[in-house]
């Protein structure tokens, strides 16, 4: 039987599921390249509690599930700013952060009008937000914080968007089981990832 990718805006009650993926996710991929200070600042914004409050704020959360089991994330706050993008470990190298990327970027023009978005990549997921269209941002008064992260924005004019007519798909409404993530698969590149 093959496996069906589902996507749904997130409610509160997934918060503690969310938290786990994007937690593992980053303790995976990007913690090893920032500095001490910043681990422990990147890691508390990805609590359970810390995302509910930002799922309750208005800020958006896309979410990717195959068979029923949570397996990326993709969130944006003022409807232009991109805070996070995960895909599991297991489940990278299947798209699902390219549809993540699509369903929440077209989300974000259909209903604020978005027409430039940013995002502070992970080092290791610039390869993938450039196949997404990004460029890197020079801009000086972008914002600077103590994470490692490359500065990058997004131009709807500048890039051509495919339409596609809008899937209708859910995910169970009870809670959400997380994927795994395993240690043996280190040689699997990263997978976007960004704050």
């Known amino acids: 039987m093959k496996s069906r990718l589902r996507m749904r805006l997130a409610r509160t009650e997934d918060a ?8 593992r996710v980053t303790q995976r991929w990007i913690v090893p390249g920032q500095p001490p200070a910043a681990v ?6 990805m609590s359970a509690r810390a995302i509910r409050a930002k799922i309750g704020s208005g800020q958006r959360f896309h979410l990717a599930f195959v068979d029923d089991v949570l397996v990326g994330v993709a969130a944006i706050r003022h409807d232009s700013h991109v805070f996070q993008l995960f895909v599991g470990t297991r489940h ?5 952060a390219r549809k993540l990327w699509d369903r929440l970027r077209n ?3 259909r209903r604020a009008g978005t027409r430039v978005f940013t995002v502070n990549a992970a080092e290791g997921a610039v390869p993938v937000y450039l196949r997404f269209g990004f460029v890197y941002d020079g801009d000086p008064a972008r914002p600077r ?5 490359v500065p990058m924005v997004y131009r709807v004019d500048d890039v051509a968007i495919p339409q596609r007519r809008p899937s209708r798909t859910s995910a169970s409404r009870t809670g959400a089981r997380v994927a795994g993530e395993s240690t ?5 590149p990263r ?5």
């Not at 422990?40 to 914004?45: F, P, W």
């Not at 914080?145 to 992260?149: C, G, L, S």
């Not at 997978?191 to 704050?195: F, L, N, Y």
């Open 92 to 96: 990278q190298g299947r798209g699902i």
């Open 184 to 188: 043996r698969t280190a040689s699997r």
């Open 16 to 23: 503690l599921a969310i938290g786990i993926l994007v937690r």
């Open 107 to 109: 989300d974000a023009i």
């Open 145 to 149: 914080h103590q994470i490692v992260a």
């Open 40 to 45: 422990g600042l990147m890691l508390s914004a």
């Open 191 to 195: 997978q976007a990832a960004a704050r």
